[in-house]
Each structure stands twice: as C-alpha cells, then as structure tokens.
C-alpha cells in the first residue's frame, strides 16, 4: 500500500500580504514547519500545496484560493487534483487514467465552496467584487490496460473540493474516512463510522492510502489513524484476535444478511442470537488473521 500525504493550503499563509503587522506573531517555528521538516527527512511522499500555491501565486492565471472561502478555490482544487493523479501514477509505477480540462467558465460570481465563508458570516450585503473561474467540462484519457488503483482516504474538508467525479474516475473506489470517523460513501451494509469496520483490512487490501490534512490540523495528523494502527501491529495474535471480535459484532448487527443468517443458525443450534453473534465475529477475527499470516492459535 503507497502512501501519499497531502498538506493542503493555508489561507493565511497564501493571503499573508493583507493580515496587518499588529496581528502577526514571530513564532521560532510552527506544526507546518516542524511536520514539512520532519516528513521530508523521512522520506515520505509528500505533496506541499501550501508552499507550492504561495509559489505559484502571482503566475497562476485565475485565483487558487478565494477572498469568501475557507478552501482552496474550486479552481485550485482542480488544478491540483490533476497533479495529485499524476503523482500517484508515478509513486505506483503504472499508468492511470487521467482527467484533461476541456473548458472553462469566466468570469464568474462564486460558487459553492468558494463562498463558504461568507455564507457563514449571515450578513445582508454580498461581496460583489470577485471573480473566478471554473473548470466547466472534462474528457478522461484512458490507459492501456484499464487499471485503475483503489484508495481509502483519511481527511478533513479540503478533500470535499476534488471529491467530484471527474477525480473519482480515475480510481476503481475511493473510500473516504472524514476525519478518521465518518465514512463515504455509507458501505453496502449501511455501515457509517470506521468504528463498525476491519480499518487493518480495509486498509491493505487497497493500493493507495491518501492522508490530506490542513496545516490547522497538523496538531491531529492522522486524526488518530496512524495511532491506531501503530498500537494494532504492535499487537501479538492473541491481542489483535480479541480486538477485532467487537468491531465484527458492530458489523453483523448492522448487516442485515449476516443478522439473518445469525438468527437462523442460532435457531438451529438452539442458543441466543447473541451468542451466535459472538461465534460469527470470533470466526471473521480468525479468517483475517489468517488471511494476513497472522494465525491464532487454538
């Protein structure tokens, strides 16, 4: 599994010119410059939008952030969504389908996310003086063979801004865990929250693991991801075995297949739906296990 870690821009840091003197602080360093640091020692692959915009800024032809936004622009967001395909097609080693841009709008009033601020702010006036651009048609460019790679997401709200289906056609499936709880889609089983699943499995059965993260956010890098599965590998069979059994138990209850299928092996056996349950979820831990090499013992 390529993992591939986003930090997405700051609105302060790209529109630094307007905050005035008295409101700026001299910190030695900050998350962005610790993390940014540290990430690049590591070796990890990293894709910086918050020093890349601030570098392209004065070149780019329409904005890539908005004066009335939180997020990046719907512009920017799609500029960079190309070059996030083109590198997850070079860190994979194998061609993608792409996504070109065949048209643009402008000049335009802004839309959706790129007034999402100034919705909150309930005021009587609107800003009337901005205007941007915005992608109006797209063509995909096929491979040669038709793979397209799978991917589980864990991310804030600048992921919402690419989540479109221009991106989402360059993969097979893109699940996205928002902020390591929520999950969409909703699984077939109508399982909402990353709690009710397997995250181990989940996780390694897919060809790209895609961490996206404001710098705000850097103080939760992970939002608790990265914890988790370092306290599951450190596990022995045993440990993981009996961590597993509850997640398995949220699944079934929440799979009406499987709760069918409990309530009538239950009856056949002649003891409670419950128990049955609990025999489903120790059967599932010990099928992952052995899946992953990783057996319990009788």
Known sequence: ?????????????????????????????????????????????????????????????????????????????????????????????????????????????????????????????????????????????????????????????FFWNFYQGYFTICFDEIHFWYYFHSIFPPLPQKIATTDEIDIVQQTLNKDVLLLVTSTDNLKDFGFGFIEYMHEYLQMDSLQKYNHLIPRYVKSINNDPELMESARTKAAERNISIDSMIYLDACWLAGKHLEEIGDAVEN
């Open 1 to 157: 599994v390529e993992l591939v870690i986003v930090v997405t821009p700051n609105k302060a840091d790209y529109f630094s010119e307007y905050i005035p003197d008295h409101l700026t602080r001299n910190k030695e360093t900050t998350n962005y410059d610790y993390f940014s640091k540290k990430l690049q020692e590591a070796h990890f692959n990293v894709l910086d939008a918050n020093a890349w915009f601030k570098a392209i800024k004065t070149e780019s032809e329409y904005p890539l952030m908005t004066r009335t936004g939180i997020h990046w622009s719907i512009y920017g967001s799609t500029f960079f969504a190309d070059s996030l395909v083109s590198y997850i097609e070079q860190t994979l080693g194998r061609e993608m389908v792409h996504f070109v841009v065949d048209s643009i709008e402008y000049p335009c009033t802004p839309r959706d996310t790129d007034k999402d601020l100034e919705d909150l702010a309930n005021i009587f006036s609107r800003d009337g003086s901005s205007i941007y651009a915005y992608p109006y048609s797209y063509v995909h460019e096929e491979n040669d063979d038709g793979f397209k790679p799978d991917m589980v997401v864990i991310g804030d709200s």
